[in-house]
Structures are given as C-alpha cells and as structure tokens.
C-alpha cells in the first residue's frame, strides 16, 4: 500500500481504537475481576481464589470478548443469571483504579491535538468503555468519540466511522484509523476509505486475516506513529 509516511501527508482526523490500543485492556478486566470474585463468593459460599482462578482460564479460553464470561460463572456457582448478571456488569462498570496508558500515549496525544482533530472508536458497553476513559484520564482527549456499542451496526462495520468522519466534517480520505484488533477495527474503517494501521497485539500474531480485514499499515506501538507524521505546518481549525 506504499510508504507510511506518504500516506500521513494531507491527514485531517487521527482516530484510535481504546482497549490495547492505548492501554492494556487485561489490566482493566484484572482489576474488575479482583472485585468480582469475592462477590460471586459470597453469593454462592464458594472459594473466591478458585472463581477468580476460574475467570482467567475462561478468559485464556475464549478470549476478552466471549459475551458469557459472566453467564458461565454464575452458572458454574450455582446463582440465576438473571438474577445476577446485572449486579456484575454494573460492578464491572464500576473499577476505580489499576489502569495506566500505555508509555508516551499522554503525551504523544497531547503533541497531537495543535495539528490534528483527534477521534475515538470503542465497542463494549458504553458505561465500561467511559469509565476506562475517565480512569486513564482521555474523556477530554478527544474531538469525537463514538461509543460503537450504542449504534445500530457496530464495529466491524461501517457506520461507527463513517459517522466519526462525518462529526469531525472530514472525509474519510483524510482520516487514519488505528486499532489492534483484525476482527473489528480494519474492514469497516478500509471500506469507506480511511487509511487504516494495526498496532501489534500478540494476542492476534498468529491470526490469519481474510482479505479486506487486515490494516493497510502495522506498527508495533500507537506512539511511533509520530515518525511518519508530517513536520506541522499549521494548528487545526476545530469548530
């Protein structure tokens, strides 16, 4: 798809991806999860060791976005889901702490806002996704952000971008979209033409693209992509 940095020069809109993207989504669910356990324990009088031992085997299982992490453990003390599975979303929605940026994203979003309009895409439910976003200090950060979740077509289709395109009045030509995941980040974003670059997460190395759902660019951590950045020449105009 030729060179990075030609394909940078005339960008209006940087767009992100937020989990493991800008910070590593597993702390988010360690920190949850720490939480959740003990309460599953006392509902059910079980081991809150074993049920927290039990999320992480299912999470190495099935992966983060398997949609009946909680279902399975509920299921597996002994406990109504639903009875329960509300109680626990809210609690998952609800972490007050143990999450960082990943090295030089607040800054290198910051340098980023004098040239740049700046957006956000995230999927999950919208109360988790903006706690994420008030924990690690971005609710501010940027233009636009779409909560994906909240739309009629999610990720990976095409209405989360083209409507992010369309709030920050650029067209997708000059719009860069950057995420990690191969499954829900790249079809949608390449489709309506926004350049599209994938951040490497090991969890997807081994994971072989159909055509039309890979990144036209892969970088190994969102910050280097200040290098193939054009040298600024003037501050965006935001309305």
Not at 45 to 73: A, M
Not at 115 to 133: D, H, M, P
Not at 168 to 191: I, R
Request: proline content about 4%.
């Amino acid at each position: 798809m030729g060179n990075l940095a030609s394909r940078l020069e005339g960008m209006q809109l940087l767009a992100f991806d937020l989990d493991n993207t800008l910070y590593d989504e597993g702390l988010y669910f360690a920190a949850a999860l720490d939480r959740i356990a003990p309460r599953v324990a006392g509902l059910s009088d079980g081991d809150p060791e074993q049920i927290r031992r039990r999320f992480d085997e299912i999470l190495i299982s099935e992966g983060k976005h398997y949609h009946h992490l909680f279902d399975d453990i509920l299921t597996e003390n002994g406990l109504s889901v639903a009875e329960h599975l509300k109680d626990l979303l809210t609690e998952f929605s609800a972490v007050k702490g143990g999450i960082d940026l990943f090295p030089g994203v607040a800054e290198f979003l910051a340098a980023l806002r004098d040239r740049y309009k700046l957006g956000l895409i995230t999927s999950g439910r919208e109360a988790v996704q903006a706690n994420k976003l008030r924990l690690l200090g971005l609710a501010d950060s940027f233009d636009h952000i779409i909560f994906s979740s909240t739309l009629t077509e999610n990720k990976p289709g095409q209405m989360p971008f083209r409507l992010l395109c369309e709030a920050a009045d650029v067209l997708p030509s000059e719009a860069v979209y950057l995420g990690d995941n191969p499954l829900f980040d790249f079809k949608g974003s390449s489709e309506i033409g926004m350049t599209t670059i994938r951040v490497a997460n090991p969890e997807f190395d081994d994971h072989v693209c159909d055509p039309g759902w890979d990144a036209h660019f892969r970088l190994s951590r969102v910050t280097e992509l200040s290098g193939f950045l054009p040298k600024a020449e003037k501050a965006v105009a935001r309305s």
